[in-house]
């Protein structure tokens, strides 16, 4: 975008029953600090200007379904993490509070669901 300027933040938005506790996660699995927290809201961010994740209050929240369901809610996007180890990954992960899925695509993917059902893989490339 053209209008942007050094210094100016970039991230996603990703809605859950308890933002805080969310966030908690996600600091914890990215090593990066909760740069904001307000009720229904909280920002954790690898710098200042970002990438940063806002994990926002969403009433009724349903997690999506993985592998995809005909008629339920799919995963409308989800988050990859390059990893060295991905068994050691997987333990830190789940650790954490995050729960491995019943069904793994490949070989060097491990596809984990975070404590607000939302999945994001763990991948291992040589």
């Known amino acids: 975008m053209r209008s942007r300027r050094a210094g100016m933040w970039w ?3 990703i809605e859950a029953p308890d933002p805080a ?16 927290e307000e009720p229904g809201t909280a ?6 200007e970002g990438p940063y994740f806002v ?18 809610q799919r995963p409308m996007l989800h988050l990859d993490f390059q990893v060295g180890d991905l068994d050691e990954a997987v333990a830190e ?8 899925a019943e069904h793994q695509p490949r070989e060097n993917v491990r596809v984990l669901f975070d404590p607000a059902g939302h999945p994001f893989c ?4 040589d």
């Open 55 to 72: 994990f926002q209050q969403a009433d009724g929240f349903h997690p999506p379904t993985w592998p995809p369901v005909e008629g339920e």
């Open 93 to 100: 992960a789940v650790a954490l509070g995050a729960v491995p």
């Open 11 to 13: 991230g996603t938005a």
């Open 122 to 125: 763990l991948c291992c490339d």
């Open 43 to 48: 920002i954790v961010a690898a710098a200042p």
């Open 21 to 36: 506790a969310l966030a908690r996660f996600y600091s914890e699995l990215l090593d990066w600090p909760i740069g904001h």
